[in-house]
């Protein structure tokens, strides 16, 4: 009896002690936006790796896209509850910098590879891709071949763009259309007003508004056509090939000043660069890995659409400019 006592006094010591011991495991928290972190998206199979090898609890936190994961920190400032931001990109670099809410990464960049190059103490490629108008095959025989000819199309095509104040594929447009037009980017966007059904928050509204037949074409990358051709079997859906050129976007994450000193968020960015994160990239968020993969890549990217030339705008530049431009593109749009 008293054997029994005892190993009954055991058993619920144990279990009174369980609650301390999950709650003692540590949690990494990491904000991003919502296609990364959709079942579909690399966010699952990347949280499911990384907590097998750091025992830790890894939590996405989702906005709507890029641009909106700045205007939230910046909004939190020092008392937001992100470790990580995952999904800025080299466009709002400087402009991340320059709240002074980001700290320094303090790992090797060495398994890094992005077009140009790229070497930066706070931030990390995890990615890469080019800007692209997807277009319906079926729907459209001749695509415009450049940024001149969808601008000055009929007003029959209908296109799907993003918001440059959420988006950062609609930033991406909006940047594109300045490489091209420069001081007549007002004119241009103008004329191609009455091309747009819609302007959505983010690029999951606007590639689903395009999938489910709303519009023949739609703001979003070279690299989703490989989606088709390897989930779907079909070539139905391509990217435009534009004479000019095409933007260029490295997507980065960043340790928040509240993770400056902590080792799992230097563990994650670690991680980050290679093969257990950079193999969800490609057939998951569907862009080019900026790090190490386990293997290559599936032949269906070298499918796809290449750039005559890559166009990119200085971060310092567009940190100085994103405001007035954006501006100008309003006052077009709402005429």
Known sequence: MYKWISSLTIALGFAAAMPSLAAAQEKLTVYTYESFT??????????????????????????????????????????????????????????????????????????????????????????????????????????????KELVEAGSDLKIVIQDPRTSTPGLGLLLWMKAVYGDEAADAWAKLQDKILTVTPGWSEAYGLFTNGEASMVLSYTTSPAYHIIEEGTHRNRAAAFAEGHYLQIELAARTVKARDNALATEFLSFMTGPGFQDAIPEKNWMFPAGKTSGPLHPAFEQLVKPAKTLLLPPQEVAENRKAWVDEWLSVMSR
């Open 38 to 147: 959709a079942e579909w998206g690399p966010g699952p199979v990347i949280e499911e790796k990384f907590e097998k090898t750091c025992g830790c609890d890894l939590e996405f936190v989702s906005v709507a896209d890029g641009v909106a994961l700045l205007n939230r920190v910046r909004l939190e400032g020092e008392g937001t509850e992100a470790d990580i931001v995952l999904g800025l990109d080299t466009n709002l670099l400087h402009e991340a910098k320059e709240t002074g809410l980001f700290a320094p990464h303090g790992i090797d960049l060495g398994n890094i590879d992005v077009p140009a190059g790229f070497n930066d103490e706070v931030f990390v490629p995890y990615d890469y891709g080019y800007f692209a108008f997807v277009y319906d095959s079926e729907a459209i025989e001749t695509p415009p071949a450049s940024l």
